[in-house]
Nanobody, 121 residues
Framework: VQLVESGGGSVQAGGSLRLSCAAS????????MGWFRQAPGKEREGVAA????????YYRDSVKGRFTISRDNAKNTVYLQMDALKPEDTAVYYC????????????????WGQGTQVTVS
């Protein structure tokens, strides 16, 4: 699975950004797609995930109500709509994929994109 992120950038606090992740290769409906982030000096953390087959979503508590993950299976693309952004959301955001259920098993993801920078000031 090859993953390519886009849509990062700089925004003021309270603003919005939408990240996109285009997947190619073998992405089946039994895949989970997730968004992770890594801030300077911190470990990478799972932010949101979606099961491509049924659309079930998962979010970390700090982004619930502000971030929305969605997918367009016809385009093999997953999105992360980020609203009400805060400075603490500043990080490199990565798209990732894994097979099977348990989309919130963050340590099980094994295909990764190159990352896109999000800066909130």
């Amino acid at each position: 699975v090859q993953l390519v992120e886009s849509g990062g950038g700089s925004v003021q606090a309270g603003g919005s950004l939408r990240l996109s992740c285009a997947a190619s290769g073998y992405t089946y409906r039994t895949y989970c797609m997730g968004w992770f982030r890594q801030a300077p000096g911190k470990e990478r953390e799972g932010v949101a995930a979606i099961y491509l087959g049924g659309g079930v979503t998962y979010y970390r508590d700090s982004v619930k109500g502000r971030f929305t993950i969605s997918r367009d299976n016809a385009k093999n693309t997953v999105y992360l709509q980020m609203d009400a952004l805060k400075p603490e959301d500043t990080a490199v955001y990565y798209c990732a994929a894994k097979e099977g259920y348990g989309c919130n098993r963050w340590s099980a993801y094994n295909s990764w994109g190159q990352g896109t920078q999000v800066t909130v000031s």
